[in-house]
């Protein structure tokens, strides 16, 4: 039996909010860090008999900003996990990064903490756009961090992008792109690069309804989608998930276990788990998260227990998100079933259109079934 379990931290810490960001993460709560990450290794002690029984193969720090606070927290979290560490069995421990934020000291106290992996937030290459979306730093802050990276020793760096983004034309996306495979000598291994989605309530959607700022029209992104996939892709940027592109051998090991529905435990405000059959996450709000964890009350807030079906309608929505697709060899070992005998009018009806086809035992999304991904979930829902 597969023993390994991933690890997530969720720091929700930011300088400052950037317009389109829905993510759990606040700006102007300094008060709140020192007891913050005290109470999330407390957390993570309270479990102290589970995470004994498992391996922990991948930790992701992730937020919010992790490099925004001091990097001693990061070692205080890392120290604590480590108490179930064996030797051998991590394999990547990756921290988000914003430029801005990061000095050499910190990525050398990561380093010397075990971070083997680290994850920098660009979006765009383009101040003017930067500033348009609320980020609190221009491109040459994200080159300093990128040579600082270097410099410290890391080899192994992943990329944010967003696309599309206000006020930018095709000729300057294309540039990006450009720019973005240009740092494959600088280790940038792995590049992540999503749509941008609109949250409610976020002052993007204000703008852009507002007519403050606009989107390029479908066409436009479309042709964007192309160059992107077609630059990455001929560049050895292999495509392994719908956003996500890699050198061989630099997939995320971490995300890798999100979409083949592997255990993960998260601590933290607002951290997601899938446990024992359960995916379940934790309080939103810092301050009732610190204080519960204090007057040892419970910090979960929504709990899920999937039933077999429900568990297998996840396992191929989720596999069906890697360019490599569903393996029936392996969806039969965990289900004692065949993938066909449960799901067969649903995979019939998207292969009749076009969307999935079945190919040397793996399930997976055609070309056209990757743009329009949604209607093949809807599928499963
Ligand atoms: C957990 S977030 C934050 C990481 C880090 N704080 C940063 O800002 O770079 C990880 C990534 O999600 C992406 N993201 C956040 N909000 C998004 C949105 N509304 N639409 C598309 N991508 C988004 C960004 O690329 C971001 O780097
Ligand atoms: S820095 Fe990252 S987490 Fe913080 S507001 Fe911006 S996108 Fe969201």
């Not at 969720?10 to 389109?20: D, G, N, R, T, V």
């Not at 937030?121 to 930067?130: A, F, I, M, N």
Request: a negative charge; charged letters at 30%.
């Amino acid at each position: 039996m597969n023993n390994d379990i991933g690890v997530y931290i969720h720091i929700p810490f930011c300088l400052s909010k950037c317009y389109y960001c829905d993510f759990a993460s606040f700006a102007n709560c300094e008060a709140l860090i020192e007891p913050y990450i005290d109470a999330l290794c407390e957390e993570i002690l309270k479990n102290s008999e589970i995470l004994s029984q498992y391996n922990i193969s991948t930790i992701y720090i992730g937020g919010g900003t992790p490099s925004y606070i001091d990097a001693k927290y990061i070692v205080q979290i890392l120290d604590t996990l480590k108490l179930f560490i064996s030797s051998n069995s991590l394999k990547e421990v990756t921290i988000e990064v914003n430029p801005n934020s990061i000095t050499k000291e910190k990525l050398e106290m990561y380093k010397e903490a075990g971070v083997n992996r680290l994850s920098i937030g660009l979006q765009s290459t383009y101040d003017k756009v930067l500033k348009m979306i609320g980020r609190a730093h221009k491109l040459k802050d994200f080159e300093e961090t990128l040579n600082l990276a270097n410099e410290v020793g890391f080899s192994n760096i992943s990329l944010d992008l967003i696309y599309p983004l206000p006020d930018l034309s095709l000729e300057e996306f294309k540039n990006t792109v450009d720019y973005a495979i240009s740092l494959k000598e600088k280790n940038i291994k792995h590049i992540s690069i999503y749509n941008l989605e609109i949250h409610e309530n976020t002052k993007l959607a204000f703008l852009l309804k507002e007519g403050y700022i606009s989107l390029v029209d479908e066409d436009t992104e479309y042709e964007m989608y192309k160059y992107l996939k077609d630059t990455f892709e001929t560049n050895e940027y292999h495509r392994y998930e719908i956003s996500n592109y890699a050198l061989k051998g630099y997939e995320s090991i971490h995300n890798l276990k999100y979409w083949n529905q592997e255990q993960y435990l998260g601590f933290g405000s607002s951290a997601a788990s899938f446990f024992g059959g359960r995916r379940y996450s934790n309080l939103k709000d810092v301050r009732e998260y610190i204080n519960n964890i204090k007057s040892n009350k419970s910090v979960r807030s929504e709990c899920e227990e999937l039933d077999l079906l429900a568990l297998m309608k996840e396992y191929v929505m989720l596999n069906l998100r890697k360019t490599e697709g569903l393996d029936k060899t392996k969806f039969k070992r965990k289900y004692q079933k065949d993938v066909y005998d449960i799901f067969s009018e649903e995979i019939n009806e998207l292969v009749k259109d076009g969307l999935i086809k079945d190919e040397k035992g793996h399930i997976m999304l055609t070309d056209r079934g990757l743009e329009v991904a949604n209607l093949v979930w809807e599928k499963f829902v």
